[in-house]
């Protein structure tokens, strides 16, 4: 059976903030090619320099090599065994439950995803009419200026989820 996955009310200290968070989701990025974690890489420099203002996993990895399976066990933190339908997915989406225990406000551009999210869950879509396949990592980062330029005086915590494709191999090998 699928397992319910609950989370109680945010133990933040009163008065204490929690941080935002942004995980950027980047298929298709060979480890070798970001100078975070290959010195010898130098043409990542701006990589490198993002990184360094937050925390880069160095022993990251996913259970599944395809999208369908691995963005849907990102959001589930364990392993999803079989593509999940919106309702069973409800049931154990971790990050989106936390999001609401903590207090967080949302911005995705994550099409796989986004479709399985509760609809109680209030989510800011950045860029939302760029097709997934030409999302881009740029574009990402100045509509999420942009949103948080426009919501500054909302003193809630963000989490941000992004998956550009613009250096995905599907459009590597399409020319893009």
């Given at each position: 059976?699928?397992?319910?996955?609950?989370?109680?009310?945010?133990?933040?200290?009163?008065?204490?903030?929690?941080?935002?968070?942004?995980l950027f989701?980047?298929?298709s990025l060979r480890r070798d090619y970001v100078s975070v974690f290959n010195p010898a890489a130098t043409f990542t420099p701006n990589i490198e320099r993002f990184a360094a203002d937050g925390f880069a996993f160095r022993n990251a990895f996913t259970?599944?090599?395809?999208?369908?399976l691995a963005m849907p066990s990102i959001w589930a933190g364990a392993a999803v065994v079989r593509r999940i339908a919106a309702p069973a997915f409800t049931r154990i989406n971790a990050i989106e439950k936390l999001v609401?225990?903590?207090?967080?406000?949302?911005?995705?551009n994550e099409h796989t995803i986004a479709d399985y999210l509760s609809a109680a869950t209030p989510v800011?879509?950045?860029?939302?009419?760029?097709?997934?396949?030409d999302t881009d990592?740029?574009?990402?980062?100045?509509?999420?200026?942009?949103?948080?330029?426009?919501?500054?005086?909302?003193?809630?915590?963000?989490?941000?989820?992004?998956?550009?494709?613009n250096i995905h191999i599907l459009n590597t090998m399409r020319g893009g």
């Open positions: 059976t699928i397992p319910n996955v609950e989370y109680p009310a945010s133990t933040a200290p009163p008065g204490g903030r929690r941080p935002d968070i942004f989701v980047i298929d259970r599944h090599g395809g999208t369908e609401h225990a903590d207090g967080y406000r949302m911005a995705i800011t879509s950045i860029d939302p009419d760029v097709p997934n396949v990592f740029c574009a990402n980062l100045t509509g999420v200026e942009k949103y948080l330029d426009a919501s500054a005086s909302d003193a809630r915590p963000v989490f941000g989820m992004f998956r550009p494709m």
